[in-house]
């Protein structure tokens, strides 16, 4: 009787031992088992990643980001720190005298971007500029084109002139733009003109 007591508890010893031994060693680490590991950066996939990762990017994935080390950068979208007197969207020099507005838009659409401010006279600044949204300088010609109104009087840059405009930052998740301008522009009879410099348009809405 005491043998098989004994040997009851040597049996039993045994079968702890074995299956601590196997809790304790766990499976192989997954790229579906739910768990940050092996070097991942999200749950189960790569922030960013790329084909030499041995899981997925998350973003294709779909699976949320854990951002608390890895911040996804956003796009500095004023990056020459410009900026305009009363911290208005838009500011340029009108034959060498300050205009600033008092209200300013932009507008997208499949053609182009559309930038247009008004200042406390009335007078009026619109830039046109057609293409892809991207950023670089563009000048004002083959459809891009600049205006200044005053009044009844326009000049445009489609009547003479010339100039461009600077596209510096671009945020597509808040839909601001950042950018400069200048340009020369005519009235309709060629006769006189506007000089438009030190042109500015701030995290303006499109």
Same mark, same amino acid.
């Given at each position: 009787?005491?043998?098989? &007591?004994?040997?009851?508890?040597?049996?039993? &010893?045994?079968?702890?031992?074995?299956?601590?031994?196997?809790?304790?060693?766990? *499976?192989?680490? @997954?790229?579906?088992?739910?768990?940050?590991? #092996?070097?991942?950066?999200?749950? =189960?996939?790569?922030?960013? +990643? /790329?084909?030499?990762?041995?899981?997925?990017?998350?973003?294709?994935?779909?699976?949320?980001?854990?951002?608390?080390?890895?911040?996804?950068? @956003?796009?500095?979208?004023?990056?020459?720190?410009?900026?305009?007197?009363?911290?208005?969207?838009?500011?340029?020099?009108?034959? #060498? $005298?300050d205009?600033?507005? /008092? *209200? %300013? $838009?932009?507008? $997208?659409?499949?053609?182009?971007? @559309?930038?247009?401010?008004?200042?406390s006279?009335?007078?009026?600044?619109?830039?046109?500029?057609?293409? &892809?949204?991207?950023? +670089?300088?563009?000048?004002?010609?083959?459809?891009?084109?600049?205006?200044?109104?005053?009044g %009844?009087?326009?000049?445009?840059?489609?009547? %003479?002139?010339?100039g *461009?405009? /600077?596209?510096?930052?671009?945020?597509? /998740?808040?839909?601001?733009?950042?950018?400069?301008? #200048?340009?020369?522009?005519?009235?309709?009879?060629?006769?006189?003109?506007?000089?438009? *410099? =030190?042109?500015?348009?701030?995290?303006?809405?499109?």
């Amino acid at each position: 009787m005491k043998y098989f &007591s004994n040997h009851t508890s040597l049996i039993f &010893s045994v079968i702890v031992a074995v299956v601590t031994l196997f809790s304790s060693c766990g *499976s192989d680490p @997954t790229c579906t088992d739910g768990i940050q590991n #092996q070097g991942e950066t999200g749950i =189960d996939c790569f922030v960013n +990643g /790329t084909i030499n990762d041995p899981c997925p990017p998350c973003e294709l994935v779909g699976i949320p980001i854990d951002t608390s080390d890895n911040q996804i950068e @956003t796009p500095d979208v004023n990056p020459n720190n410009l900026s305009c007197t009363g911290n208005a969207n838009m500011c340029a020099l009108v034959n #060498q $005298t300050d205009w600033i507005s /008092t *209200s %300013a $838009t932009g507008n $997208t659409d499949l053609a182009g971007l @559309t930038i247009s401010g008004v200042s406390s006279n009335g007078s009026t600044i619109s830039l046109n500029y057609i293409g &892809s949204l991207e950023t +670089g300088t563009f000048d004002f010609d083959l459809g891009n084109s600049a205006d200044y109104g005053i009044g %009844a009087n326009v000049f445009s840059t489609d009547f %003479a002139g010339n100039g *461009s405009i /600077t596209i510096d930052g671009i945020d597509t /998740t808040n839909k601001v733009i950042t950018g400069t301008f #200048q340009f020369i522009a005519y009235d309709l009879e060629v006769v006189d003109s506007v000089v438009i *410099s =030190d042109g500015k348009f701030i995290n303006l809405e499109y």
